[in-house]
């Protein structure tokens, strides 16, 4: 490298020195002026460059060029004599010169180096196979893409004739026909087709600068193009399917707006794609939220919510869930059902089910809840006495589910194929119950059927009878149905032939049949007959560890009958439910749950404590005072004491309900006929005229 001396640092020296050092063109050995204090000194002390007040010492150590930055024609002079022999002077405004055109060359290097880097990169990075030759057929580029396509290393192509790297390229032929070709198919030597445009590179004067090959493998336009059509049937199989379905369904993107409805859609609400597509989720809702906005800002799927919608303000339920596609929120799909064609076809169902009731027994053991001892005990008995044709008695209070036990025996026993008939005693008139029970001959009184009528025994020959609150059955009704116990035949109303008939009876009763007989109004022998096979059934205050599972299925039916999709209920509210007496039993049970449930808002599905209604009689809070009718006295039987307890007991509840009789047998759990044997028992009947 040549080594400098510069004469001068003042202004211009300083600046050459700058220009010397940063393009390192040469390398400055020293810089020379009378003044110590130039600037340019200074500088040179910090590049660690020779500093000195004469040049004569500093020519002597190898100086190839001195550059006279002084502009002082005397030192020019004195310089040229000075010089040795071999060494060069140039005057400061031609250094500038040179330097200022050496780092224009470096500038414009820089900026070619950079351009060529983008043309590399923009054409390897473009899925089209690219070639140019030159006027001589040789390749001067060749990107990555054609590499790849070929098969050819491209550092290698770069410089070969066309023909050795590809023997079947037409670019010569471009060359010498200057003709534009697209779009022409051609196979590569590696077997590949390709689709080709060759392109002749004129310029603007017309001269031949070589030509250009852009290709592409025909293989990835063809996949690319099933891969369309395959979107393009898969997106009309779909739009087919959701405007086919009976089902309203609306689809919003992920900023809320309307992109897809179909036919049953604009059925139910009445509005058209254009009053819904390209509008806000909102633009449906006559009253209520909009679950489409919720499920996007939540990501949650809602089910169950109760809205109007259209201009008819149609009461619908709607079910909306989530659009997400690789975790990206895409919009979301609603359902929405017609809760007046769900209230018809659960109507429809009911009636469907009353029917089904009335021929067939619908419960199984699988269906009773019990985990408690007490309950598996009277399953087992259940089971064993479903097996023998035995009469069985169902004893328990009102609620526990006897009903239910009777299903099941029967559809456990070799009956099970046969009819079912249930009969409530006490829900049948005294002067109807006997033609219900035993049927009637044409004539048997006014207002009978030509050609009589078939009773429950008939209907439920070679099944079985379910005879609930049996201890309700008058004197007389009583000895006619222990002459079907005993004989195995009845006599129909107004006729007199007995038919034999084979049905196996269950009967149920909540009430204390011994004490009736005590009394005389159940006939023992009746009693023996019916308890040839009791099986006492427990109330649920004494099994409470039954309560979840019983919750469970409660909830299950109830969201069946209330349209509804509650899913559980919480340790709490459980807790609070095992707090409770229960004299109503498994039917009050399930009679709060369903409160509960009815109160609660659609998008809730957890039945929480919050939602159990206030229970009256909590078991924590019940006291016994030293005075009331629960004391007992040593003087009295158990029986007495039974007595006035009981009496004590309908007199308070008369007195709550105003003695509205009905009201009170409901509150009571008995029946109304019941009541009136009670109230007259205990003379409490002169009390509600007074």
């Given at each position: 490298?040549q080594?400098v001396?510069?004469?001068g640092?003042?202004?211009?020296?300083t600046a050459?020195?700058?220009?010397?050092?940063?393009?390192?063109l040469?390398?400055?050995?020293?810089i020379?002026?009378?003044?110590?204090?130039a600037?340019?000194?200074a500088?040179?002390k910090?590049?660690?460059i020779?500093t000195?007040?004469h040049?004569?010492?500093?020519m002597?150590k190898?100086?190839?060029?001195?550059?006279?930055?002084?502009g002082?024609?005397?030192?020019?002079?004195?310089?040229?004599?000075?010089k040795?022999?071999?060494?060069?002077?140039?005057?400061?405004?031609?250094?500038?010169l040179?330097?200022?055109?050496?780092?224009?060359?470096?500038?414009?290097?820089?900026?070619?180096k950079?351009?060529?880097?983008?043309?590399?990169?923009?054409?390897?990075s473009?899925?089209d196979?690219?070639?140019?030759i030159?006027?001589?057929?040789?390749?001067?580029?060749f990107?990555?893409?054609?590499?790849?396509i070929t098969?050819?290393?491209?550092?290698?192509?770069?410089?070969?004739n066309i023909?050795?790297?590809?023997p079947s390229?037409?670019?010569?032929?471009?060359?010498?026909t200057?003709?534009?070709?697209?779009n022409?198919?051609?196979?590569?030597?590696?077997?590949l087709?390709?689709?080709?445009t060759?392109i002749?590179m004129?310029d603007?004067?017309?001269?031949?600068l070589?030509?250009?090959?852009?290709?592409?493998?025909?293989?990835?336009v063809v996949?690319?193009a099933?891969?369309?059509?395959n979107?393009?049937?898969?997106?009309?199989?779909?739009?087919?399917?959701?405007?086919s379905?009976?089902?309203?369904?609306?689809?919003?993107?992920?900023?809320?707006?309307?992109?897809?409805?179909?036919?049953a859609?604009?059925k139910l609400?009445g509005?058209?794609?254009?009053q819904v597509?390209g509008?806000?989720?909102?633009?449906?809702?006559s009253?209520?939220?909009?679950?489409?906005?919720?499920?996007?800002?939540?990501r949650r799927?809602?089910r169950g919510?109760r809205?109007k919608?259209g201009?008819?303000?149609?009461?619908?339920i709607v079910?909306v869930a989530?659009?997400?596609?690789?975790?990206?929120l895409?919009?979301?799909?609603?359902?929405?059902q017609?809760?007046s064609?769900?209230?018809?076809?659960?109507?429809e169902?009911?009636?469907?089910r009353?029917?089904i009731?009335?021929?067939?027994?619908?419960y199984s053991?699988?269906?009773?809840?019990?985990?408690s001892?007490?309950?598996?005990?009277a399953?087992?008995?259940a089971?064993?006495?479903?097996k023998t044709?035995?009469t069985?008695?169902?004893?328990?209070?009102?609620g526990?589910?006897?009903?239910l036990?009777?299903?099941a025996?029967?559809?456990a026993?070799?009956?099970?194929?046969?009819?079912f008939?249930?009969?409530?005693?006490?829900?049948?008139s005294e002067n109807?119950l006997?033609?219900e029970?035993f049927?009637?001959?044409?004539?048997?009184?006014?207002?009978?059927?030509?050609g009589?009528?078939?009773?429950?025994?008939?209907e439920?020959?070679n099944g079985s009878?379910?005879?609930?609150?049996?201890?309700?059955?008058?004197?007389?009704?009583?000895?006619?149905?222990l002459?079907?116990?005993?004989?195995?035949?009845?006599?129909?109303?107004?006729?007199?032939?007995?038919?034999?008939v084979?049905v196996?009876?269950?009967?149920?009763?909540?009430?204390?049949?011994?004490?009736?007989?005590?009394?005389?109004?159940?006939?023992?022998?009746?009693?023996y007959?019916?308890?040839r096979?009791?099986?006492?059934?427990p109330?649920?205050?004494?099994r409470k560890?039954?309560i979840p599972s019983l919750?469970?299925r409660?909830?299950?039916?109830?969201?069946?009958d209330?349209?509804?999709n509650?899913?559980?209920?919480t340790?709490?509210a459980?807790?609070?439910?095992?707090?409770?007496?229960?004299p109503?039993?498994?039917?009050?049970?399930?009679?709060?749950l369903g409160?509960?449930?009815?109160?609660?808002?659609?998008?809730?599905?957890?039945?929480e404590a919050k939602h159990i209604?206030?229970?009256?009689?909590?078991l924590?809070e019940?006291?016994?005072?030293?005075?009331?009718?629960?004391?007992?006295?040593?003087d009295?039987?158990?029986?007495?004491a039974?007595e006035?307890?009981e009496a004590?007991?309908?007199?308070?509840s008369?007195?709550?309900?105003?003695?509205?009789?009905?009201?009170?047998?409901?509150?009571?759990?008995i029946?109304?006929?019941?009541?009136?044997?009670k109230?007259?028992?205990?003379?409490?009947?002169?009390?509600?005229?007074?």
């Open positions: 490298m080594r001396m510069i004469v640092a003042g202004k211009g020296g050459l020195l700058k220009r010397i050092v940063e393009t390192n040469m390398k400055v050995a020293a020379v002026d009378k003044n110590e204090q600037p340019g000194i500088l040179a910090t590049f660690n020779e000195s007040k040049w004569m010492p500093v002597r190898n100086i190839n060029i001195i550059i006279e930055a002084t002082n024609k005397e030192v020019m002079k004195s310089l040229q004599m000075d040795e022999p071999g060494m060069v002077i140039i005057p400061g405004a031609v250094a500038h040179i330097s200022e055109l050496v780092e224009e060359k470096e500038v414009l290097i820089a900026k070619l950079e351009e060529t880097y983008k043309q590399q990169t923009i054409f390897n473009t899925n196979g690219m070639i140019v030159d006027i001589n057929e040789k390749i001067i580029l990107n990555k893409t054609a590499e790849k098969g050819f290393p491209r550092k290698k192509a770069l410089g070969l023909i050795d790297v590809i390229s037409k670019l010569p032929r471009t060359l010498t200057r003709e534009v070709e697209t022409q198919e051609q196979v590569l030597e590696n077997g087709k390709i689709i080709t060759r002749p004129i603007e004067s017309g001269n031949l070589g030509a250009l090959a852009l290709f592409k493998d025909i293989t990835e996949n690319l099933e891969e369309v059509t979107l393009k049937e898969i997106q009309v199989l779909l739009e087919s399917i959701i405007q379905s009976e089902e309203a369904i609306s689809v919003v993107d992920e900023e809320g707006r309307g992109i897809l409805i179909n036919r859609y604009t609400t509005l058209s794609e254009e597509l509008k806000p989720a909102t633009a449906d809702i009253e209520g939220e909009s679950m489409h906005m919720k499920v996007l800002q939540t799927a809602v919510v809205m919608v201009p008819a303000k149609r009461d619908v079910n989530p659009v997400i596609v690789d975790g990206k895409k919009g979301s799909v609603g359902v929405i017609d809760v064609e769900i209230q018809k076809l659960t109507t169902l009911n009636r469907a009353q029917i009731r009335t021929l067939e027994a619908k053991f699988e269906d009773i809840i019990g985990v001892e007490e309950m598996k005990m399953i087992e008995q089971k064993l006495g479903a044709p035995a069985v008695l169902l004893r328990g209070e009102s526990t589910g006897k009903e036990f009777a299903h025996i029967h559809n026993s070799d009956r099970k194929y046969n009819k008939i249930r009969v409530n005693c006490a829900a049948i109807l006997e033609s029970l049927g009637y001959v044409e004539g048997a009184f006014s207002g009978a059927k030509r009589g009528k078939r009773g429950f025994f008939e439920a020959n009878i379910f005879l609930d609150e049996i201890g309700e059955l008058s004197a007389n009704m009583q000895a006619k149905l002459r079907v116990l005993q004989e195995n035949e009845i006599v129909k109303v107004g006729g007199t032939k007995p038919l034999s084979n196996r009876v269950i009967a149920a009763t909540n009430v204390n049949i011994e004490k009736a007989m005590a009394e005389g109004s159940f006939r023992e022998d009746l009693y007959r019916l308890n096979y009791p099986i006492s059934i109330p649920l205050r004494d560890e039954d919750c469970v409660l909830i299950s039916k109830l969201n069946q209330y349209g509804r509650i899913e559980t209920i340790q709490h459980v807790e609070l439910l095992h707090q409770y007496d229960w109503g039993n498994v039917r009050e049970l399930e009679n709060v409160r509960a449930i009815i109160f609660m808002d659609y998008h809730e599905t957890k039945i209604p206030q229970l009256q009689v909590p924590k019940r006291k016994v005072q030293e005075n009331g009718p629960f004391v007992h006295n040593n009295e039987t158990l029986a007495d039974v006035r307890v004590e007991v309908i007199k308070q008369l007195e709550k309900h105003e003695y509205n009789r009905t009201q009170t047998a409901r509150a009571l759990g029946s109304l006929r019941s009541l009136y044997y109230m007259e028992k205990y003379n409490l009947a002169n009390n509600s005229m007074q």
